[in-house]
């Protein structure tokens, strides 16, 4: 049975930092692209970053281009995105997503998903 569980959220003041991680069980890690999104109360889901199975391809919204990071480690079959430089705009629930081609995942779709962690920014 696959899992997917997301952790690190939190509430932190704007100009703060978190880092979210995403542990996967049940598959083969480095076989899957992976991809962070976040929706906010009313409003639709959006991508955040994706990384593609081996951490050489990395695609960032422009939105957080340049304040987040993304990264993985096969080994531990655990996804990780740094939030730096946090805006109250960045609040949300943030999802992680599995798909084994990078193509799903940055069109928004996954074989598997979190059930999400809520990231809240304090003006």
């Known amino acids: 049975q696959v899992q997917v569980v997301e952790s690190g959220g939190g509430l932190v003041q704007a100009g703060g930092s978190l880092r979210l991680s995403c542990t996967a069980s049940g598959l083969t890690f480095d076989d899957y692209a992976m991809g962070w999104f976040r929706q906010a109360p009313g409003k639709e889901r959006e991508g955040v970053s994706c990384i593609n199975y081996n951490g050489r391809t990395t695609y960032y919204a422009n939105s957080v281009k340049g304040r987040f990071t993304i990264s993985r480690d096969n080994a531990k079959n655990t996804l990780y995105l740094q939030m730096n430089s946090l805006k109250p705009e960045d609040t949300a629930m943030y999802y992680c997503?599995?798909?084994?081609?990078?193509?799903?995942?940055?069109?928004?779709?996954?074989?598997?998903w979190g059930q999400g962690t809520q990231v809240t920014v304090s003006s």
């Open positions: 997503a599995a798909d084994t081609a990078y193509s799903n995942v940055l069109a928004g779709r996954g074989d598997y």
